[in-house]
Antibody
Framework: QVQLVESGGGLVKPGGSLRLSCAAS????????MSWIRQAPGKGLEWVSY????????NYADSVKGRFTISRDNAKNSLYLQMNSLRVEDTAVYYC????????????????????????WGKGTTVTVSS | QSVLTQPPSASGTPGQRVTISCSGS????????VNWYQQLPGTAPKLLIY???QRPSGVPDRFSGSKSGTSASLAISGLQSEDEADYYC???????????FGGGTKLTVL
């Protein structure tokens, strides 16, 4: 069945780094945009980053831009999130999600969708940033 | 502070109909479709409504969505105890070039 399994979470000190992984199965991974979404303790959902199916397009939330890097390996059906310069406020459960999207148009740097939604979610991995 | 605005809480009794609102702007809800996610306690979010009013396979028809202008609503009819959860609206934002979420609404079944 369609499944996403995150791993790599843990306890890290402020300023440290962590790499999250998401293993996908049950669907054609290379056909889909993929996203990371996080949820701080007791808070709502916050989109972190997406990467297009071919890795041509990527974007980040302002809160993580310049510190986090999303990548994917379609041959391994895997999505990654490299998190550097971690802050206390990055403490959250990080979810990997499959994006169902049809793009309206694309230019050299980004696409605008006809529709875009996260239709499959992993169970999440917990990242705690604390001294 | 979330880009989309939802009431923090809602409540109803079993069998009742409740609605949850979601307010945005011309760059998100005004120009893109709205999606809703349900997060049961201690679990990952699940897609509940997509493209304003479409239900994924397996979602009961008690759940319905609508959109008008820069606002959207989720309606739940025949409220059941298992509907007690957090509900989030989301939409693509043309200015941010990414999806944005509402702050979430905690639904309590009295």
């Amino acid at each position: 069945q369609v499944q996403l399994v995150e791993s790599g979470g843990g306890l890290v000190k402020p300023g440290g780094s962590l790499r999250l992984s998401c293993a996908a199965s049950g669907f054609s991974f290379s056909d889909y945009y993929m996203s990371w979404i996080r949820q701080a303790p007791g808070k709502g959902l916050e989109w972190v980053s997406y990467r297009s199916s071919s890795s041509r397009y990527t974007n980040y939330a302002d809160s993580v831009k310049g510190r986090f890097t999303i990548s994917r390996d379609n041959a391994k059906n895997s999505l990654y999130l490299q998190m550097n310069s971690l802050r206390v406020e990055d403490t959250a459960v990080y979810y990997c999600a499959r994006d169902s999207a049809e793009m309206r148009y694309c230019n050299s740097t980004s696409c605008q969708p006809h529709y875009y939604y996260m239709d499959v979610w992993g169970k999440g991995t917990t990242v705690t940033v604390s001294s | 502070q979330s880009v989309l605005t939802q009431p923090p809480s809602a409540s109803g009794t079993p069998g009742q109909r409740v609605t949850i609102s979601c307010s945005g702007s011309s760059s998100n809800i005004g120009s893109n479709s709205v999606n809703w996610y349900q997060q049961l306690p201690g679990t990952a979010p699940k897609l509940l409504i997509y493209n304003n009013n479409q239900r994924p396979s397996g979602v009961p028809d008690r759940f319905s969505g609508s959109k008008s202008g820069t606002s959207a609503s989720l309606a739940i009819s025949g409220l059941q105890s298992e509907d007690e959860a957090d509900y989030y609206c989301a939409a693509w934002d043309d200015s941010l070039i990414g999806p944005v979420f509402g702050g979430g609404t905690k639904l309590t079944v009295l």
